[in-house]
């Protein structure tokens, strides 16, 4: 079983910064790709960016330039830096983390209980 906890929310004024940080646990973890997700109520789960193992980095087109995502190997720990941010992006931020895992190596994909992220204004 793979346990992802995600962590660093809270509430910032708008032009502010938070980082928010996911680890992921478990037993023989092999980890590919890491993705942080966001949502508000009422409406669909969005892709916010995507890391590879290699560091090959993804986003969502109207967020690259203020968000940074980044990964420690060592730690199976991935990151996202949220610079400048609106009050459009409260949300509910989530990691998603696949790979594989346990003795036999099976695949896996596991969701974190998300973060809250607030924006005053």
């Known amino acids: 079983q793979v346990h992802v906890v995600e962590s660093g929310g809270g509430l910032v004024q708008a032009g502010g910064s938070l980082r928010l940080s996911c680890t992921a646990s478990?037993?023989?973890?092999?980890?590919?790709?890491m993705a942080w997700y966001r949502q508000v109520p009422g409406k669909q789960r969005e892709l916010v960016a995507t890391?590879?193992?290699?560091?090959?980095?993804n986003y969502a087109g109207s967020l690259k330039g203020r968000f940074t995502i980044s990964r420690d190997n060592t730690k199976d720990t991935v990151y996202l830096q949220m610079n400048s941010l609106e009050p459009e992006d409260a949300a509910t931020y989530y990691c998603?983390?696949?790979?594989?895992?346990?003795?036999?190596?099976?695949?896996?994909?596991?969701w974190g209980q998300g973060t809250q992220v607030s924006v005053s204004t």
């Open positions: 890391i590879t193992s290699g560091g090959i980095t």
């Open positions: 998603n983390v696949n790979g594989l895992a346990g003795f036999w190596k099976r695949p896996f994909a596991s």
């Open positions: 478990g037993s023989g973890l092999s980890i590919n790709v």
